[in-house]
């Protein structure tokens, strides 16, 4: 509805890019928002910490994989539309720091029972 001209993949992804912007409006999101500053490794590990604290069950870490690109494994609920809402909150997230040009490349998603799905994502600026 919001997006009609386009597929329900990249209408997820659009809206999820809202959902950080709206967070940060919030008093625990204006303090975290602080912390993280405009260095997209740092906004990435504090994202890192929000994520946990959101989902307790679900498990989410991020490492370097390069100067302008970090890897992020996560095992979460299985979604059809995980990978597209992710790449929507990273993207919303890092635009919000006034971090441009950022990516988000699945690098794999594997089965983990009927629970959890384990992803790896490259995220690059």
Request: net charge neutral.
């Amino acid at each position: 509805v919001l997006y009609p001209s386009l597929p329900l993949e990249q209408s997820m992804e659009r809206i999820a890019e809202t959902f950080y912007p709206v967070f940060r409006d919030s008093m625990v999101g204006r303090t975290l928002s602080a912390m993280m500053g405009k260095d997209p490794r740092k906004v990435l590990e504090r994202l890192v910490d929000a994520y946990t604290m959101s989902v307790q069950d679900n498990q989410h870490s991020v490492r370097m994989a390069g100067e302008h690109a970090m890897l992020w494994e996560c095992r979460v609920e299985p979604s059809p539309f995980y990978a597209d809402t992710f790449r929507g909150i990273v993207l919303g997230t890092l635009k919000s720091h006034g971090v441009l040009g950022g990516r988000v490349e699945t690098v794999s998603r594997v089965a983990d029972g009927l629970e959890h799905t384990r992803w790896v994502f490259r995220i690059s600026w």
